[in-house]
């Protein structure tokens, strides 16, 4: 089956075509266009403009680059919560009008668990990971148990991919501001004490945002800053990680979201990981930001499994959690 599917959660709108025919995921095509605000942070409606100005184009080149026309389409899949409502509904509008144009069935996925079933999906061996989630808005640890995947720690306050956009906003290294921060990280030479938040298995991390900038007005260094600012947060994350694994007895920790592109929380996780016998997974680039394949691969996933939506029935949900969907397509 080959299906096409639309993400565009927040800043970025992406469409994929993913073919399970052999029964793996096989990604044909995976484009992805990036909103990037000039100054200040995300504007829903200004993020939904963009998407609408680039679905057209993305979805015909993404069939170019996949070898394949609209016939070819079994499957329609878009990305139906969580996340910005203007944002959501540009993505699904199109994955309508897309779907009802080709006549072909439409489904809508939960964005965080398609970042889980790309990992499962593409990487071999990795069959029941717990998920460290780490994206801008989102941060949460995500494993299997009885049905659902459920959410074993969170953030209380705002994502860590947030945290580190707002910090350095404040201190002008313009949006996204991770990688910049990991750069200036990497010339830290002292370790400033910060807030260490885990609250039970849930994080904060407003809080080190606040003493962060409080930091940067005293006049410390801004590479002793981004350095202390990672190696709280980080370790905070892979704690809590750790813990889920504890407690599910899982022996596979995968990384999602686009915080994940970070070679020092790649170093903490594999090291727990290592620490703990278990094996360390994460995504290609394009398969661990926001992005198309995923939630195409999910829809197949779905699909396969019996479920069915109808387009008059397609809405979207800002606040669909994780642990909301009922998980047909494993035992
Ligand atoms: P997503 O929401 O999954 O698309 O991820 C976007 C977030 O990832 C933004 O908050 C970026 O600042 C963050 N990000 C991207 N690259 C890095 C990096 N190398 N280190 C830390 N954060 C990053
Ligand atoms: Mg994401």
Known sequence: MICLGIEGTAHSIGVGVVNDDDGKCRVFSNLIKIYRPE????????AANHH?????????????????CSN???????????????CLRTAATAARALSLSINKPII???????????????LDDCNDPVLLYTSGANTQVIAFAEG????????????????LDKF???????????????????????????????????????????????YYEKGESLEDICYSIQETTFAALTEVTERAMAHTEKNNVLLGGGVASNKRLRE???????????????????LCIDNGAMIAWLGILMYKSGIRLK????????????DMVDVTWRD
Do not use: W
Request: charged residues 25%; aromatic residues 8%.
């Open 311 to 322: 387009v008059e029935g397609s809405f979207i949900d800002q606040r669909f959690r994780t």
């Open 72 to 86: 070819d389409i079994n499957l329609v899949s878009f990305s139906m919560g969580p996340g910005l409502g203007p």
């Open 168 to 214: 350095g906003r404040n201190v002008g290294l313009g949006f996204p501001s991770g990688p910049k921060i990991e750069e200036l990280a990497k010339k830290g030479k002292q370790y400033l004490k910060l807030p260490y938040s885990i609250k039970g298995m849930d994080l904060a991390f407003s809080g080190l945002l606040t003493a962060a900038g409080q």
């Open 148 to 163: 659902r995947y459920r959410v074993f720690g969170e953030t209380l306050d705002i994502g860590i991919g947030n945290c």
């Open 268 to 286: 903490m996780v594999q090291i727990m990981a290592e620490e703990r016998g278990a094996s360390f997974f994460v995504p290609t680039r394009d």
């Open 39 to 46: 100054k200040g942070g995300i504007h829903p409606r200004e």
């Open 52 to 68: 609408a100005k680039y679905i057209a184009d993305l979805i015909k080149e993404s069939m170019e680059k996949a070898k394949i």
């Open 108 to 122: 809508g996925v939960n964005h965080c668990v398609a970042h889980l079933e790309i990992g499962r999906g593409t």
